[in-house]
C-alpha cells in the first residue's frame, strides 16, 4: 500500500518536471511568436481559474458567478501596483487623472495581493451571501461582479482605476526578469510555475481534513452540520481561498494581455469558464485543466483556419468565414456535453492506471474492427 | 444520576400543524431512552429541536442542566429549574444555535432516512467527522504541518471502524453498502465526535431480524464503553422493551405515556394509539 503510493508520488512527480521540461525546451527553441505558447499560456491561466470555480462548484457544492468580478479585482490591483512610479506620473497611462498611487512593487508581492484584494472581496460579500441557502449565491455573485466592473470605471476613483481607460505598462509577461538581473524569465515557463504551485495549493487543500469538510458540505449539509462543521465558517473559507485564485489568475492574465480594462471581465467569461469546468467534469481538477487547455487550443488556435478560409487545406472563401469558427466550436461544445454527460473526466482525476487501461480498450476496439 | 438532557414544554409548528405539543421529557446519565409513537406523532420533529435543525416555537431544552435551545415568545415558564441562576434563564433570552455547535457540546446522531457523505469511502466518512475535534487551523492543514493530528484521526478512524466491524470495507463507497452496514456507518459516524449522548433515529429500519438482534446488543456495548447516553427512536417493540430503561411515548405531537418498558405495555392509552399501526407493535 505505502509502497503503491510512493511509485505513485515517483510517477505524478516525473511527469510533471517532464512537462515543465518540455515548455522550457520548447521555450529555448521555437520562436516566441509561435501560437503554442499563447495556447500554453492562456491555456495555464484558464486551469488555474477554472481550478478555483471548480474548488467552489465541485467541492463545496456553491454555485458562484462571480469569478469574473474576483479576476477583474486581481488584475486591477497587479496593474495598479507594479506599473513603476514613474509611468504613473507621466501622464501616458494616467491620462486624465493623477495618479494616487504614489510607490510601485514587484511581481512576486503585485501577485499576492492580487489575490488578497479578491480574497477581501470575497470576505465581505460572503459575509450576508453565505448564510442564505446557495442559489442566493449565484445570483448575489453574478450582481456583485457586474457592480464591480461598473465601479473600476467610474469617474471619481479614476485616479486609481484610471477610469474606463486602459492600464498599461506595469510589470507584464514582456517585462519580468530574473531577480537582481537583467535575463528576462521564459514567459511561459513562468507562467506554468505560477499556475502549477497555485494549483498544487488547491490540489493539497482538496485532499487535507479541511478539504473532506468541503466536500462532507457537498454531499449532504445536513449531515455535515450535524457532523459538527460549521456550514458558514467553511463556505466562507472555500469561498475565500477561490476568489484568491481568481485574483491571482486575473493578475496573470493582465501579465498575459499587457493591458487591463474593465471590459475584460464580462460575465462572458464567467460563463466561458463554468463550461470548461463542466467539460473538464465537475469535481476534477486534471479534468479542468485538460479541458481549458483544449478549450483554448480549439478557439485559440486550432479553429482559426474556419474563420480565415482556409481549413486543414481546404480552401473555401465563402464558408470558411467570420463567425464560422463560433459555430463549429459551439457543436463541438455539444457532443462533448451529449457524450460525455458528466464532463471528459467526471469526478476522477487522470491517473497513470486508469490511462493506460484507456489506451488499452481502444486498442483493443480497434483490433477487433 | 443527573440529568443530562431535558425537554420543557417544548412546541414545534409547522404552519397549521403541531408537531410537537409541550413535550417535556428528561434523559439521565447512563440511560438509555427510547422515544416511540406511531407515524407522524413528532418524533423525529424532537430530534430536530434538540440538535437545533429547527428552532422549536415554544419550549427550552436543556443540556447537563443549561439552556442550550430557548424560545420562550409567551415569557410563560412552565417550571423553575432547580439550580440554575435566574438570568441564565431569564424568558426574555432566545437561544437558537446551529446544529455544529450542539454537536460540539456533545450531543451526536443518526439520520431516519440515512445520510452519509455519498461521493465518499467509508473510512473517509468517519473521517470527516473528526475533522470537528481538529486544532489545526486550515494553513497547518494544508501545508501539513499538522500532520500529527491527521494521524491520530486516522488511527481513532480505524480503532472505530474495526469496532464496528466495517473495516474490511473501508475503501467501498458509503452509499454502496447493505442498509444495515450503512445504519451502522452512520452509528460509527456518530460516535467520531465523541459524544456524551447519542441520539438514534430508528436505527433498526431496514435491518432483518438478525441485524436488528445484533443491534440490541450492539448498542448496549457502545453504551458501557463509550459511557454513553442514549435516546432512540425506533418502531421495532421488541427492541425497544428489551434495551430501552424507559420509554416516552408520542402520539400527534403530545406526550400520552411515560415509564418503563412494563408500565408502558400494559398503559391503556399506548394500545389505544398503535391500533391502527398493529403490524408494528
Ligand atoms: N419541515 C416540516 N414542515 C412541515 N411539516 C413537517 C416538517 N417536518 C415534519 N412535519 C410534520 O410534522 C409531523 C411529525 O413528523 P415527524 O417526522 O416528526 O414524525 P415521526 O414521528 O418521526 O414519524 P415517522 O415514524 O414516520 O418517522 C408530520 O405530520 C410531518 O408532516
Ligand atoms: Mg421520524
Redesign the pocket.
Known amino acids: 500500500m505505502d509502497r503503491e503510493k510512493r511509485n505513485h508520488f515517483i510517477r505524478l512527480f516525473v511527469a510533471i518536471a517532464a512537462v515543465y521540461g518540455i515548455v522550457l525546451v520548447l521555450e529555448m527553441t521555437l520562436r516566441p511568436t509561435n501560437m503554442l505558447f499563447t495556447v500554453l499560456k492562456k491555456g495555464a491561466i484558464y486551469s488555474l481559474v477554472a481550478v478555483s470555480v471548480n474548488l467552489l462548484n465541485g467541492f463545496t457544492g456553491l454555485f458562484s458567478l462571480g469569478q469574473a468580478g474576483f479576476m477583474l479585482v486581481g488584475a486591477y490591483t497587479y496593474a495598479i501596483l507594479t506599473m513603476p512610479v514613474a509611468v504613473k506620473a507621466s501622464d501616458r497611462v494616467y491620462r486624465y487623472y493623477d495618479c494616487i498611487v504614489g510607490f510601485d512593487t514587484g511581481v512576486f508581492v503585485g501577485l499576492i495581493a492580487a489575490g488578497l484584494a479578491a480574497a477581501l472581496f470575497a470576505f465581505l460579500i460572503g459575509l450576508p451571501v453565505l448564510r442564505l441557502k446557495s442559489d442566493y449565491l449565484a445570483i448575489a455573485t453574478l450582481g456583485f461582479a457586474e457592480i464591480i466592473r461598473a465601479v473600476f470605471q467610474w469617474d471619481v476613483l479614476g485616479p486609481l482605476t484610471n477610469g474606463a481607460n486602459l492600464l498599461r505598462e506595469f510589470k507584464d509577461l514582456s517585462r519580468i526578469t530574473f531577480p537582481f538581473t537583467d535575463i528576462p524569465v521564459p514567459q511561459t515557463f513562468f507562467v506554468f510555475t505560477v499556475c502549477g504551485i497555485c494549483i498544487l495549493l488547491i490540489v493539497l487543500l482538496i485532499n487535507s481534513s479541511y478539504g473532506r469538510a468541503f466536500k462532507a458540505i457537498r454531499d449532504d449539509e445536513v449531515a455535515a452540520e450535524a457532523m459538527g462543521i460549521n456550514l458558514f465558517v467553511h463556505k466562507e473559507l472555500s469561498f475565500v481561498i477561490s476568489s484568491f485564485f481568481a485574483g491571482v489568475s486575473g493578475a496573470l492574465l493582465a501579465m498575459f494581455q499587457y493591458t487591463v480594462q474593465a471590459q475584460q471581465f464580462r460575465s462572458m467569461l464567467t460563463y466561458e469558464i463554468l463550461l470548461i469546468v463542466v467539460i473538464g467534469g465537475i469535481g476534477s481538477i486534471s479534468g479542468s485543466c485538460i479541458a481549458s487547455f483544449l478549450y483554448i487550443a480549439l478557439s485559440e488556435w486550432w479553429l482559426r483556419g474556419l474563420d480565415m478560409g482556409t481549413f486543414l487545406g481546404i480552401h473555401a472563401e465563402n464558408i470558411f468565414r467570420s463567425g464560422f469558427r463560433r459555430l463549429v466550436f459551439s457543436v463541438i461544445i455539444m457532443v462533448i456535453v451529449l457524450f460525455f454527460s458528466r464532463g471528459l473526466m467526471g469526478d476522477k482525476e487522470l491517473s497513470w492506471a486508469r490511462t493506460s487501461a484507456w489506451l488499452r480498450r481502444t486498442f483493443r476496439k480497434r483490433e477487433a474492427v | 444520576m443527573s440529568r443530562i438532557l431535558e425537554l420543557d414544554s417544548v412546541t414545534?409548528q409547522?404552519?397549521g400543524?403541531v408537531?410537537?405539543n409541550d413535550l417535556s421529557m428528561h434523559v439521565d446519565e447512563g440511560e438509555i431512552v427510547a422515544l416511540i409513537?406511531?407515524?407522524?406523532?413528532?418524533?423525529?420533529?424532537?430530534?430536530?429541536c434538540i440538535t437545533g435543525v429547527?428552532e422549536p416555537t415554544n419550549g427550552a431544552i436543556l443540556y447537563k442542566g443549561n439552556a442550550i435551545i430557548q424560545n420562550h415568545p409567551s415569557g410563560k415558564m412552565k417550571r423553575l429549574y432547580a439550580g440554575l441562576e435566574p438570568d441564565k434563564f431569564s424568558s426574555s433570552k432566545v437561544l437558537n444555535p446551529t446544529p455544529d455547535k450542539i454537536t460540539k457540546l456533545g450531543i451526536a446522531r443518526t439520520f431516519?432516512n440515512i445520510r452519509l457523505f455519498r461521493s465518499m469511502t467509508v473510512f473517509d466518512n468517519v473521517l470527516t467527522a473528526m475533522h470537528m475535534r481538529m486544532n489545526a487551523g486550515i494553513f497547518s492543514d494544508v501545508f501539513r504541518i499538522s500532520h500529527a493530528e491527521e494521524a491520530r484521526m486516522r488511527e481513532e478512524t480505524e480503532v472505530l471502524l474495526r469496532r464496528q466491524s466495517l473495516w474490511e470495507l473501508r475503501d467501498e463507497l458509503a452509499t454502496s453498502l447493505p442498509y444495515g452496514k450503512q445504519r451502522r456507518l452512520e452509528i460509527a459516524r456518530a460516535l467520531a465526535t465523541k459524544p456524551q449522548l447519542l441520539l438514534l433515529?430508528?436505527p433498526a429500519a431496514g435491518m432483518n431480524p438478525q441485524e436488528t438482534q445484533e443491534l440490541a446488543s450492539f448498542i448496549h456495548e457502545i453504551k458501557d464503553e463509550y459511557s454513553l447516553t442514549v435516546l432512540m427512536?425506533e418502531?421495532h417493540m421488541d427492541l425497544v422493551m428489551r434495551i430501552s430503561d424507559r420509554i416516552y411515548v408520542?402520539d400527534f405531537?403530545s406526550l400520552i405515556a411515560e415509564g418503563t418498558p412494563k408500565e408502558v405495555q400494559s398503559d391503556q392509552r399506548v394500545i389505544d394509539a398503535y391500533l391502527g399501526v398493529a403490524e408494528n407493535v
Open positions: 414545534m409547522f404552519g400543524v408537531a410537537v409513537g406511531p407515524n407522524g406523532a413528532g418524533k423525529t420533529t424532537a430530534f430536530n429547527y431516519q433515529d430508528e427512536i418502531h408520542l405531537g
